[in-house]
């Protein structure tokens, strides 16, 4: 399986900053995905990644907090933006060749603003 | 919407247990059934992956078993060992492209 590497694996940031998340591939992969997990909850899908366009975001997120790009089959990042203490979570890349295909996840990002 | 379950969140066993992580979902319309393990601070690890035509699936340790119809999954892991400990997730794959994540259940194998 791909391996996968994400940076940084975390950071303490202040409130009304943003922060850069990067996730990078060893191989081409068709599809990644970013996730939040707060503290204490399942894993929720932000967006999907689409190569050379805008992502596909899900309901409740929004691309002027969360910009992503993709501008390769090896590489996405995902900005926090505006960040606040509402954003301390457990932020992860994961990637998949087909529809269904497993997917794989990177290690995450623990992100804490404080 | 789809909406998936386990019960217990947290199970502790003493070391060398047979045991079954129990995962449901409400919506059978799904590709395919992932279960992930967490370690602390870690990403996920795919575990297994069982695709909706199957009804098993077997690594090592490790079986995982689906019904659709039901709407229920489960992990059975023999002889648990103290490296086992971690948080065990089951996510399924729907005809919404997405996958949709269980909880977890926090698994603490005693020496």
């Known amino acids: 399986s791909a391996v996968i590497s994400q940076k940084p694996s975390r950071d303490i940031c202040q409130r009304g900053t943003s922060l850069t998340i990067q996730c990078q591939v060893d191989s081409q992969v068709t599809m990644m995905f970013w996730y939040r997990q707060q503290p204490g909850q399942s894993l929720t899908l932000i967006a999907t990644a689409n190569q050379g366009s805008e992502a596909t975001y899900e309901s409740g997120f929004v691309i002027d907090k969360f910009p992503i790009s993709r501008p390769n089959l090896t590489f996405s990042t995902l900005t926090v933006s505006n960040m606040s203490p509402e954003d301390s979570s457990i932020y992860l890349c994961s990637v998949a060749d087909r529809v269904n295909q497993p997917q794989h996840f990177g290690d995450g990002t623990r992100l804490s603003i404080l | ?111």
């Open chain 2, 1 to 111: 919407k789809q909406e998936v379950t386990q019960i217990p969140a947290a199970l502790s066993v003493p070391e060398g247990e047979n045991l079954v992580l129990n995962c449901s979902f409400t919506d059978s319309a799904i590709y395919n059934l992932q279960w992930f393990r967490q370690d602390p601070g870690k990403g996920l690890t795919s575990l297994l992956l069982i695709q909706s035509s199957q009804r098993e699936q077997t690594s090592g340790r490790l079986n995982a078993s689906l019904d659709k119809s039901s709407g229920r999954s489960t992990l059975y892991i023999a002889a648990s060992q103290p490296g086992d400990s971690a948080t065990y997730l089951c996510a399924v794959f729907g005809a919404n492209s997405k996958l949709t994540f269980g909880k977890g259940i926090t698994l603490s194998v005693r020496p």
